[in-house]
């Protein structure tokens, strides 16, 4: 089916046509035989890079060029950038939303295609979002991780709630190939398409003894290194012109691959050399070091301890073919778009806390083996996985590559994932009384799947028992509401069990603590938290024994608590180092962490600081001004004496230590110290920039007040 003779805007036709997309796949073309282009709602089930996403953007400018609004909603927020990324530029409107989560962001709306993740629309039907009830078309992109339980919950409901509130609107679900997609598709209404049928033709087998098994055959690898089979496997693939992942269960071991494939290939380029650079430039941690000396001769590793920005170039200079080998942890197949001509799995057991090694599900072997073959450039894609022995060969084919695809089932009917949703209904107007709270819910996929529902009527009823006796729901006979209290939580987006948690604690101490504070969110639900080893426990011993007054929780009676006791004191440790202004390196070496977990307990705990804020100015008004001032430190990772500096834009962690050690502690005396002293201090460009801002702030000021009445300083009282 030609691209040409399909009803889509012309300026998307010519896009297509410059990308040198001119067909449509066959899973494609039955996407349109299904009624994809009619507002029919789809199901498209079918393998990685067979062009999921060029059918969604096809039904989106359809709906913009009818005036419509769509929705497109990821699971992960690099994704959402990726999507934004992919869709911009093409004549059309596109918006991102992935931040905060009490704001309507009501100017999204002003855009065509708006790219959001599912927490971050849950969180804009909380806080009813104008637009919201003008999107024709929603897409849910991996629609499969309905079956998450992490995130699984929060999907559905999202769906359920989107299609409550506009019932006229179409859904395309994008899913990986799934075992039971006729019950998904059934609970969307959805035409079904399924296809086994790939762009480049995937080949799996096992390696044993230096040669890969497939089914058709064998194929002999040459020996390079006589230790690791892995290596020999990557520079086959790169001796070939390809480019390979390889996946392995731990960062260490991704470092150490990563490490010898750069010693082997040994590449020298001067793009690869710019890359290192750029990396080197930014290096505080052994890591990006590491890094950068292994991106300089072709080979990177990516996981979750880099910074956005370092696996930003990883990524960019892999897709241009710069690096030719990249180790991962299995974060890399969880959505980005980093397709090779070799994939290697070379761990499929993973280290599970309480249980040891388990092998990994079938599902996430599939979804790494489809980043193999990159279509219009390799020839072939190939997914190996590696055996002990050959005994584990015919054990490997069987337990992964002839593995019936795995099912998808509802998460949602656990009282502690149900207790937030439930909330939600009644605070966003969603259900008013017990039965329409029911009725909303035999919306839900598990009412699908489960006709009688009795577990989820179980399910919430005890998630309304926790609501009402936390005084965040009223039931008054038959009616619900929710209370200020209830509504706050609601629209401040976390779990109902954390807001209870630390109203409860804030509401029995007499005095305030910062890391009391911290301690006390570390604790919460809500939070990620650090591991603990053996090896950490006299330290933390020693801090809580120094520490004692300050802290507000104590140390629990029961065993089976300590753990989690000492997890959230450890993180609450790591985020105090923070706000003392430690090196990111000397964090990363002190906790075993990389800049990227510093950066995202940083993202989590400064909402939960925002919530507790805003909780503390309900509840216990004498903490709210301590709570808001160390929400602002742990922003920009400064003490309290460094406050008044980082109110001017420009002014971050670093340059702030630096006026402050030479006695300019306030924006009045940036001001009096004079642009050729700061200019020392901080660089030319930005001293300007200060001063720029602070001689308008003084303009703005005079011409409102008439007159300077506080002796100079009322001219910058907006940076208090």
């Known amino acids: 089916m030609l691209i040409e003779k399909l009803p889509i805007p012309n300026s998307l036709k010519q896009q297509y046509r410059i990308g040198g997309i001119t067909e449509l796949y066959p899973p494609q073309e039955e996407c349109v035989r299904k009624g994809m282009l009619d507002r029919k709602n789809l199901l ?3 393998p990685t890079a067979s062009g999921k ?13 009818q005036k419509g609004k769509c929705l497109y909603i990821v699971p992960l927020k690099a994704l959402a950038s990726e999507k934004f990324d992919e869709f911009n530029n093409k004549g059309v409107r596109v ?7 009490d704001r309507r962001d009501d100017m999204l709306g002003r855009n065509d295609i708006i790219v959001a993740t599912s927490e971050k629309v849950d969180s804009l039907l909380r806080n009813n979002a104008r637009w919201i009830g003008e999107i024709t078309l929603l897409v849910i992109d991996e629609v499969h991780l309905i079956d998450s339980e992490s995130r699984g919950p929060t999907l559905e409901m999202v769906i359920a709630k989107m299609r409550y509130r506009n019932p006229a609107m179409q859904v395309i679900g994008l899913s990986a190939t799934i075992g039971n997609p006729h019950v998904l598709a059934g609970w969307l209404d959805a035409e079904l398409v399924t296809s086994t049928w790939r762009p ?9 003894k230096d040669r890969i098994h497939f089914r058709e055959g064998e194929r002999e690898i040459r020996q390079v290194s006589k230790n690791y089979d892995d290596l020999n496997l990557c520079l086959d693939t790169i001796a070939e012109g390809g480019q390979c992942l390889v996946f392995v269960s731990s960062r260490r071991n991704a470092e150490a691959f990563a490490r010898r494939a750069a010693g082997a290939i040994k590449s020298d380029t001067p793009e690869l050399k710019a890359c290192a650079e750029k990396l080197d430039s930014s290096a505080e941690t052994a890591m990006v070091r590491t890094l950068a000396l292994c991106v300089s001769q072709g080979a990177a590793f990516h996981h979750a301890g880099l910074s956005r920005q370092e696996r930003a170039v990883v990524e960019e200079a892999f897709r241009k073919g710069h690096i030719k080998c990249i180790s991962s942890t299995p974060t890399l197949a969880a959505g980005l778009n980093l397709p090779a001509r070799r994939v290697i799995i070379r761990d499929y057991l993973r280290f599970s806390a309480g249980e040891g090694m388990l092998p990994i599900p079938a599902s996430e072997y599939h979804q790494m083996a489809g980043r193999a073959g990159r279509p219009r450039l390799d020839p072939y894609g190939e997914a190996v996985l590696i055996a002990k022995d050959e005994g584990q060969v015919e054990e490997l084919f069987e337990c992964y590559i002839e593995a019936p695809a795995g099912e998808v089932h509802s998460r949602i009917a656990e009282p502690t994932a149900l207790y937030t949703h439930v909330l939600s209904l009644i605070a966003s107007g969603f259900a008013g009384t017990r039965g329409e709270l029911m009725s909303f819910m035999d919306r839900s996929f598990y009412v699908h799947e489960h006709r009688h529902g009795r577990l989820m009527q179980k399910a919430v009823d005890a998630a309304l028992r926790f609501l009402v006796s936390s005084e965040m729901v009223m039931e008054i006979g038959e009616h619900l509401g929710s209370t200020e209290f209830g509504t706050l939580v609601s629209r401040l987006y976390i779990d109902p069990r954390s807001a209870a948690l ?4 804030l509401r029995e101490r007499e005095g305030y603590a910062d890391i009391g504070l911290l ?10 938290r650090l591991y603990v080893r053996n090896t950490d426990r006299p330290a933390l011993d020693r801090m809580i024994e120094a520490h004692e007054s300050e802290l507000w929780l104590p140390l629990p009676h029961d065993e089976d608590e300590v753990e989690e006791y000492y997890r959230a004191l450890k993180t609450a440790m790591l985020l105090t180092d923070w706000t003392d202004e430690l090196p990111d390196a000397k964090i990363c070496e002190r906790y075993g962490v990389g800049p990227g977990d510093i950066y995202g307990m940083v993202e989590s705990i400064n909402w939960l600081l925002h919530a507790s804020a805003e909780l503390s100015r309900m509840f216990a008004a004498r903490f709210n001004a301590k709570v808001r001032e160390y929400e602002i430190c742990m922003k920009n990772g400064i003490r309290r004496e460094l406050l008044p500096l980082v109110k001017l834009r420009g002014i971050g962690r670093v340059r702030a230590r630096r006026l402050f050690n030479n006695s300019i502690t306030t924006p009045e005396e940036v001001l009096n110290a004079g642009m050729d002293t700061v200019t020392r201090i901080i660089g030319r460009g930005i001293a300007e920039q200060i001063f720029s801002q602070l001689r ?5 000021s005079a011409q409102n007040t008439g007159e300077d009445t506080m002796g100079g300083q009322s001219t910058l009282s907006r940076f208090r």
């Open 696 to 700: 308008n702030t003084k303009t703005i």
């Open 95 to 101: 918006g991102i939303a992935t931040g905060d989560f």
């Open 502 to 505: 630390i109203i409860t604690t």
């Open 519 to 528: 301690q006390l969110i570390c604790s919460t639900p809500d939070m990620p």
């Open 200 to 208: 480049v033709d995937l080949r799996q087998g096992v390696f044993c």
């Open 53 to 65: 996403t060029l059918v969604a953007e096809m039904a989106m400018h359809i709906h913009i060029a």
């Open 44 to 46: 498209v089930a079918i």
